[in-house]
T-cell receptor, first 113, second 112 residues
Framework: GENVEQHPSTLSVQEGDSAVIKCTYS??????FPWYKQELGKRPQLIIDIRSNVGEKKDQRIAVTLNKTAKHFSLHITETQPEDSAVYFCAASIMGGNEKLTFGTGTRLTIIP | DVKVTQSSRYLVKRTGEKVFLECVQDMDHENMFWYRQDPGLGLRLIYF???????EKGDIPEGYSVSREKKERFSLILESASTNQTSMYLC???????????FGDGTRLSIL
């Protein structure tokens, strides 16, 4: 089955700096890669996703890049703010197949004011 | 707006008890999922369902079963609770083909 590895497990950045979280996946058939943000005590919420027919997607300060050849994808957050502090999860699945999501182990991002 | 409701935010049970966790959605979505979340392990899929009375095993189904008698309700059952099932349990729904999953608020279950 699919295996998703996520790094780093913890990340601290100064407010205003950029943060990058990286994930690799094992199943070359995976074609859908969402990112979820989970604030303390709250549900995971989808913040951005990308499908394998594109290499990059942006939404304001958040961007995701995908390298299908290397089987890795990354989340980029620019101009970080205190409210970006949370745990971030990447995931992979096969859209059009059973569409099971396999999650990474999470990255705890702390923004230092 | 997608609404996924889990019946309890916190639950404390004893070992050996049969435990029911309920998840209800209000939008007639076909696909529902149960995950458990543990520190350092991320979210792991227990069971999922594509439709009424249909169920599929996820990655860690041992010790669990599910029930989906009505489209809006997906129940996770711990047949005989054990301490290693102490965890956060999250229900999710998928709105349709090629759509993302959306989560409920979770149930933090403690087995004593």
């Amino acid at each position: 089955g699919e295996n998703v590895e996520q790094h780093p497990s913890t990340l601290s950045v100064q407010e205003g700096d950029s943060a990058v979280i990286k994930c690799t996946y094992s199943d070359s058939a995976s074609n859908y890669f969402p990112w979820y943000k989970q604030e303390l005590g709250k549900r995971p919420q989808l913040i951005i996703d990308i499908r394998s027919n594109v290499g990059e997607k942006k939404d304001q300060r958040i961007a995701v890049t995908l390298n299908k050849t290397a089987k890795h994808f990354s989340l980029h957050i620019t101009e970080t703010q205190p409210e970006d502090s949370a745990v971030y999860f990447c995931a992979a699945s096969i859209m059009g197949g059973n569409e099971k999501l396999t999650f990474g182990t999470g990255t705890r991002l702390t923004i230092i004011p | 707006d997608v609404k996924v409701t889990q019946s309890s935010r916190y639950l404390v049970k004893r070992t050996g008890e049969k435990v029911f966790l309920e998840c209800v959605q209000d939008m007639d979505h076909e696909n529902m999922f149960w995950y458990r979340q543990d520190p350092g392990l991320g979210l792991r899929l227990i069971y999922f369902s594509y439709d009424v009375k249909m169920k599929e095993k996820g990655d860690i189904p041992e010790g669990y079963s599910v029930s989906r008698e009505k489209k809006e309700r997906f129940s996770l059952i711990l047949e005989s609770a054990s301490t290693n099932q102490t965890s956060m349990y999250l229900c999710a729904i998928r709105q349709g083909p090629n759509q993302p999953q959306h989560f409920g608020d979770g149930t933090r279950l403690s087995i004593l």
